[in-house]
């Protein structure tokens, strides 16, 4: 038993806290009309090398173009449901930029941006909204799990990957996305605690962007941030102005070189907004009015880099207009590699439910094919 | 006028909500959404948000939630989004939900309600289509009732909440939108009640949910070629109406089950040792199941192979030994 003299002294828990704590506000660097702000980065992070945020705005115009030709295959039938993150570009690449190619990434439905951003062909990538099998894309040689759809349950599978690295030797990371409805489920929370408890490299990212499929922030929770939800883990945490992209940049670069170094996981909070609605099949204008769409509109997260990095000259127009026409050509040949429906294999029904299919999988997949002989 | 098994769900909510302050309903976007199948639509518009209210995304709490007010003195009916998403509240629902009336022997009784939308046909992507009944069934303590008609969702689900016990309510997706004309509020059979839903003398067809609409249209079919099958709707998984099964099964002879979830030790099985139990010497064949394969719910593309539908429900009626010659199938050896 612990006796009480054992137990660290209020200030000392009191200060411990202060240094898990995320800052007041945002961390930003850009204001909305991509200008550098005063305090930029708080101070606590540095500005990302140049290279980095042109990588990252190249990846932005094709990430963005690939989501608007999501959408529109979806309105052709075309794929069966696409939850679009359009407005949620810095997220999505700069979850992406922020880990090397050995680095592990745990996304959900909404990331299917990030799978491209990660260089995961399209038409693998969209397999699953495809209505094709459920993932499309091999995790091993992408690094990359499959997208999660139980909300906040890839969380401790985050952690357990980016432990079990450590136990090898190896100095991967794991950054695991998450929505802010997702931080209320169960897993989220026992997955912070995992990490921690067992200093995981893993950065989980949440990616607020005020609603859960209908419900705002404010019924989701009462907590002062989203970001405030790490300290009673033991995980360091910080809130982020997810429509900049230099800042998320910064944040996530940070967290994960610390998580590389050994110092355990970290919990990102983005502020940012999903313009479109929850999925094709929603109708935001239930719960959201236009105007609340607009403002955040002119908060762009594309616009927003590319007004920076003109005026800093790290772009030019010539830039912008080849990063464009890249992304077109990009978006045309998703278009026509989608044209025909996917083929069917029914095999697949019984393949992979174990390494070795039983009798009974056997049995089963002859009576189907029994069947289909029968038919034709 | 016609209406939709959705809407069925709407009234019967809003009536309870009416005849009964205790009765709130809760979950994830059945506020101002109206749930994404829009069974609660308008009901905290016109019934007040402290009725029908979001709550956190978390399916655990919320069952553990309602748990705690039905505990005093409330009626709470919470939705869950999708099958698959209950499983968070696994815990909740079998440790707790289920056993508080036996653990306080008696003196705590939960009478709320879980609603979920299950089953596949919806072309939804993976864990959106799963059919889960069997989890629930195995779990003493709860009742679970799942409507196939559009009278039964309304009337299944205001005794659901009525009920002093818990009661989980499965709703067949695929059958929202199916439409009837009925003038509401309707009352059909009680819980523990079959319904025949199409006579015949030469073989029962028991089913529920999805599959009801699936064994008449393969009843439809079989009637042209000169067999009646009798198709029973379970209607209420638990309790379990054995005794109009057995009366059916003891007249036809020959009883074939049919379920969207898979086969392996699925509520089929349990339908299929019933019947043998009761019914073994008026059987002149054995009891079939057609079901789901033993898969975890397979992508849209796949999910038409994978769904019991008429054509495999005759196969079965084909293979009732009507010859005396012993099931073909069955003396075939499982391929290497
Ligand atoms: C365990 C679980 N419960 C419910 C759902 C249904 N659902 C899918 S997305 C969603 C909202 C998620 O909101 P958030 O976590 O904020 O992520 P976003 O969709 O905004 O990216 C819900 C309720 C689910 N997928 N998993
Ligand atoms: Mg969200």
Known sequence: MTTSAELPAAEVVGSAAARLLPADTPIRFLDHDGRLVPDAGHGRYAMPRTELLTEAYRRMVLGRRFDAQATALTKQGRLAVYPSSRGQEACQIGGVLALRDTDWMFPTYRESMALVARGIDPVQALTLLRGDWHCGYDPHLTHTAPQCTPLGTHLPHAAGLAYAARRRGEDTVALAFVGDGGTSEGDFHEGLNFAAVFRAPVVFLVQNNRYAISVPLVKQTAAPSLAHKGIGYGVPSEQVDGNDTVAVLAVLCAAVERARNGHGPFLVEAHTYRIEPHTNADDASRYRDAAEVAAWQRRDPVARLESFLLATGALTDEDVGAAREHAEAYASQLRDRLLHDPEVDTGQLFEHVFAEPTPQLREQRRWLEEELRGES | ?336
């Open chain 2, 1 to 336: 006028m016609a209406i939709t098994m959705a809407q069925a769900l709407n009234t019967a909510l809003r009536d309870a909500m009416a005849d009964d302050e205790s009765v709130v309903v809760f979950g994830e976007d059945v506020g101002p959404l109206g749930g994404v199948f829009r069974v609660t639509d308008g009901i905290a518009r016109d019934l007040g948000d402290d009725r029908c209210f979001d709550t956190p995304l978390a399916e655990s709490g919320i069952v553990g939630f309602a748990l705690g007010m039905a505990m005093n003195g409330f009626r709470p009916v919470v939705e869950i989004q999708f099958d698959a998403f209950a499983y968070p509240a696994w815990e909740q629902l079998v440790s707790h939900v289920s056993r508080m009336r036996n653990r306080s022997r008696g003196a705590v009784g939960v009478p709320l309600v879980v609603r979920i939308p299950y089953g596949g046909g919806i072309g939804g992507v993976e864990h959106h289509s799963d059919s889960s009944e069997a989890y629930y069934v195995h779990t003493p303590g709860l009742k679970v009732v799942i409507p196939a008609t559009v009278p039964d969702a309304y009337s299944l689900l205001r005794e659901a909440i009525a009920d002093p016990d818990p009661v989980i309510v499965m709703e067949p997706k695929k059958l929202y939108w199916s439409k009837a004309d009925v003038a509401l509020p309707v009352r059909t059979a009680g819980f523990g009640n079959a319904e025949v839903r199409r006579p015949g003398d030469d073989v029962t067809v028991l089913a529920y949910g999805a599959a009801v609409p699936v064994a008449l249209e393969a009843a439809e079919v079989a009637s042209d070629r000169g067999r009646e099958l009798e198709v029973l709707d379970v209607r209420t998984l638990v309790p379990f109406d054995d005794q109009t099964v057995a009366e059916s099964v003891g007249k036809t002879g020959r009883c074939v089950v049919v379920h969207e979830a898979a086969g392996f030790a699925g509520v089929g099985a349990e339908m299929v040792a019933r019947v043998q139990e009761r019914c073994f010497h008026s059987l002149h064949a054995p009891v079939l199941r057609v079901t789901g394969f033993d898969i975890p719910y397979p992508p849209p593309i796949l999910e038409r192979f994978h769904l019991p539908n008429a054509d495999r429900v005759l196969a079965a009626i084909d293979r009732l030994q009507w010859d005396d010659q012993p099931d073909p199938r069955w003396l075939t050896e499982v391929p290497a």
